[in-house]
């Protein structure tokens, strides 16, 4: 079983277009969160301009990486880093706004830093972890979770205020949706987690010894 891959890049290639894209990511999730937690219509609408860039960020940092062959050791390891912190950002604002369970929220995270961990202490003996199919896809996921709800966040902020009452607004069943989305999200987070730690059990124990 092959647990990680080196980077047939030098140092010099680390600060590449692809990085420089996946490290823009970072920078972004808190102005994301700063914008988003502000009671105006402007800075609802500006954090989610934000996040889909951010968002966009990783297409275009995965899409640079593999046609001009870009991949370094660096972008393997910090790609899914910038994903979880905005994510986790993201799902944190959430639950500041009262749209998204708490607890939720918090067994999405602690899998996202424990994985990450892992990945950290693996890399620190020399060894890269590359992310699985499962682990992309669940990221789809999280990112289509959390983009729903911004709408809905950006739209009552813009409508209400303008008269537009409409009951999804205040409907317990738009909450219900919200749970719904969260909980498989947090399913597929914690399955792909376990997936993770199975493939990689022999790897596991070598770290943690």
Known sequence: MVFCQRSVHGRGAAMNLPNKLTLTRIALSPVFMGLILIDDTRAKLASLIVFVIAALTDLGDGYFARRRGLTTGF?????PLADKILASTAFISLVALGYVRGWMVIVIVAREFFIT???SLAAYRGMLIVPTVGARLKTVLQ???ISVILLFVYLKATL?????????FESHATIVVFD????????VTVATGVD????HAA???????
């Not at 209400?160 to 999804?168: A, F, M």
């Not at 993770?196 to 493939?199: E, N, P, Q, R, T």
Request: proline share 3%; aromatic share 20%; no cysteine.
């Open 75 to 79: 972008g393997k390891f910090m790609d």
């Open 160 to 168: 209400v205020p303008l008269g537009y009452q409409w009951r999804i």
């Open 117 to 119: 961990g892992f990945r």
């Open 143 to 145: 990112m289509l979770t």
């Open 180 to 187: 719904w989305l969260m909980g498989l999200t947090m399913f």
């Open 196 to 199: 993770y730690l199975v493939k």
């Open 203 to 209: 790897l596991f124990k070598n770290v943690m010894r």
